[in-house]
DNA sequence: AGCACGATGCTCT
DNA sequence: GAGCATCGTGCTT
């Protein structure tokens, strides 16, 4: 498996502080990068939701602020990460300026350093191709609630990787608001990157 | 290849 | 007490 030797910088701050669905489309291709015990685990990120404002009522913001969704109401560049379903842990990147709760959801990463590590998280079932499977894979968790990404030697951060255009890309409906009223359940906030681009990507990295 | 369901524990109308 | 921004299994086409 391929082992870059060239790092780019974490992304900064002013990246995070855009208008969620520019972050979400701009984060499509980025590198999560996850330090644990000093090795480097990452992936490329394939699949991300916008959740934006107090407004969407998808959004856990919808009802204010609370002991649970307090990262989100601050500053961008932090990780906002919650426990869902009595098991599973999501992982949410703040965005938008400090006071506005806002967020993208990221659903599935291309795993690209550490491999065989998050094969053993994993218990070799698919790596890293929903929220919760990224999380265990990169051993993401509720100690990382807040974790600023954009603080030079943070241990989760994300840099900048490869670049995709419009016509690699879907938009749909945000998966999993099943009880969420209309138009914010369907409104096109979930991005991802077509599988078949996948496959072209995996290919040239083969040679 | 797709759907139904159970697991499991935290959060807060 | 109800409802989850899910996942894996096991069963049906």
Same mark, same amino acid.
């Given at each position: 498996?391929?082992?870059?030797?060239?790092?780019?910088?974490?992304?900064?701050?002013?990246?995070?502080?855009?208008?969620?669905?520019?972050?979400?489309?701009?984060?499509?291709?980025?590198?999560?990068?996850?330090?644990?015990?000093?090795?480097?685990?990452?992936?490329?990120?394939?699949?991300?939701?916008?959740?934006?404002?107090?407004?969407?009522?998808?959004?856990?913001?919808?009802?204010?602020?609370?002991?649970?969704?307090?990262?989100?109401?601050?500053?961008?560049?932090?990780?906002?990460?919650?426990?869902?379903? $009595?098991?599973?842990?999501?992982?949410?990147?703040?965005?938008?300026?400090? $006071?506005?709760?806002?967020?993208?959801?990221?659903?599935?990463?291309?795993?690209?350093?550490?491999?065989?590590?998050?094969?053993?998280?994993?218990?070799?079932?698919?790596?890293?191709?929903?929220?919760?499977?990224?999380?265990?894979?990169?051993?993401?968790?509720?100690?990382?609630?807040?974790?600023?990404?954009?603080?030079? $030697?943070?241990?989760?951060?994300?840099?900048?990787?490869?670049?995709?255009?419009?016509?690699?890309?879907?938009?749909?409906?945000?998966?999993?608001?099943?009880?969420?009223?209309?138009?914010?359940?369907?409104?096109?906030?979930?991005?991802?990157?077509?599988?078949?681009?996948?496959?072209?990507?995996?290919?040239?990295?083969?040679?």
């Amino acid at each position: 498996m391929t082992q870059p030797t060239r790092h780019s910088p974490s992304l900064p701050r002013a990246f995070f502080a855009r208008e969620t669905r520019q972050v979400a489309r701009s984060l499509l291709g980025a590198r999560l990068v996850r330090i644990d015990r000093s090795r480097r685990l990452s992936g490329i990120i394939v699949e991300a939701e916008a959740y934006i404002g107090e407004a969407d009522l998808g959004c856990h913001a919808r009802h204010g602020r609370t002991p649970r969704n307090a990262v989100m109401f601050g500053a961008p560049g932090h990780a906002y990460v919650y426990f869902t379903y $009595g098991m599973h842990w999501m992982l949410n990147v703040v965005t938008e300026a400090e $006071g506005r709760p806002a967020a993208v959801l990221l659903r599935a990463i291309w795993p690209v350093e550490g491999v065989a590590a998050m094969q053993r998280r994993r218990d070799r079932k698919p790596l890293a191709d929903g929220p919760g499977k990224l999380c265990q894979a990169l051993a993401v968790d509720g100690r990382l609630n807040g974790h600023d990404l954009c603080r030079p $030697g943070a241990r989760l951060f994300i840099e900048k990787g490869m670049a995709f255009t419009e016509a690699d890309i879907v938009r749909g409906p945000r998966v999993g608001l099943n009880a969420v009223p209309e138009p914010w359940k369907s409104i096109p906030w979930r991005l991802r990157v077509l599988p078949e681009v996948l496959r072209e990507r995996l290919d040239e990295g083969h040679h």
